[in-house]
C-alpha cells in the first residue's frame, strides 16, 4: 500500500531482545498532540480500546511494543484508575504542547506528580516538546528550564523537540526510548 512504515517498526529494528514485551507508557494534556503522535507511531496498528467514563486509553501492540496511550483531560477524579496501567512501564513518553505557554504550569504539575507514583520510581523519562512547526513554540532548551526537568535526579530523562504533524523529531527521541530500554533489560 506504500505506507510509511510506522516508527514502532523501526524500533524494532534497533531493540535487541525481540521476544520482550516493552511497555512504553504514553502520558499528556489533552490537545497536547498525542494522538497524531500515536499514529505517526503504529503507522496504521492502533487498536482501540473503549474510552471509559471520561478518560481515553489506547492500546497499540506492534512488534514487541506494547503502548499504552493516556488521553490526561483535566478530570480528577478518574485518577485513581490510571495507576492501574503504570505498573511494569519500561520508559514514560510526556508530551507536551510547546506552543501552550499558558497551560505549561499545568503540565509541569501533572509531569511531577506522575514522577513522584511509586510504580513509576525511576523509569526513564521522554519528553516530546511538540509542535515545533509553529513559529511562537520556544526551544526544547527553554521549555527544559519552564518544566524545571534539571531538578529531576532519579531517573535518566531527555526532552525532544518535534513535529508529531510532520514526524521530524520522533526517530530521534524513539531511538533514545529503545537505548534505555536495552540498558534495562540486560
Known amino acids: ?31 497536547a498532540g498525542k494522538t497524531t503522535l500515536l499514529k505517526q507511531l503504529a503507522a496504521e496498528d492502533v487498536s482501540h480500546i473503549t474510552p471509559t467514563q471520561g478518560f481515553n486509553i489506547k492500546s497499540v501492540q506492534s512488534s514487541g511494543f506494547k503502548l499504552n496511550v493516556w488521553d490526561i483531560g483535566g478530570q480528577r477524579k478518574i485518577r485513581p484508575y490510571w495507576r492501574n496501567y503504570f505498573e511494569n512501564t519500561d520508559v514514560l513518553i510526556y508530551v507536551i504542547d510547546s506552543s ?38 520556544p526551544s526544547a532548551a527553554e521549555l527544559a528550564e519552564s518544566l524545571r526537568l534539571q531538578s529531576i535526579r532519579d531517573r535518566m530523562w531527555q526532552i525532544q523537540a518535534c513535529s508529531a504533524l510532520t514526524s521530524e523529531g520522533l526517530q530521534d527521541g524513539m531511538s533514545w526510548v529503545c537505548k534505555n530500554i536495552t540498558s534495562l533489560k540486560k
Not at 510504580?119 to 521522554?126: D, N, R, T
Open 1 to 31: 500500500s506504500g505506507e510509511i512504515p510506522g516508527l514502532l517498526s523501526i524500533l524494532r529494528r534497533l531493540k535487541q531482545t525481540p521476544e520482550q514485551e516493552v511497555r512504553l507508557l504514553l502520558l499528556g494534556l489533552d490537545n
Open 100 to 137: 501552550d505557554g499558558k497551560r505549561l504550569e499545568e503540565a509541569r504539575l501533572q509531569l511531577f506528580e506522575l514522577l513522584d507514583d511509586d510504580q513509576l520510581a525511576a523509569v526513564p523519562l521522554l519528553i516530546f516538546a511538540n509542535k515545533q512547526d509553529l513559529m511562537t513554540s
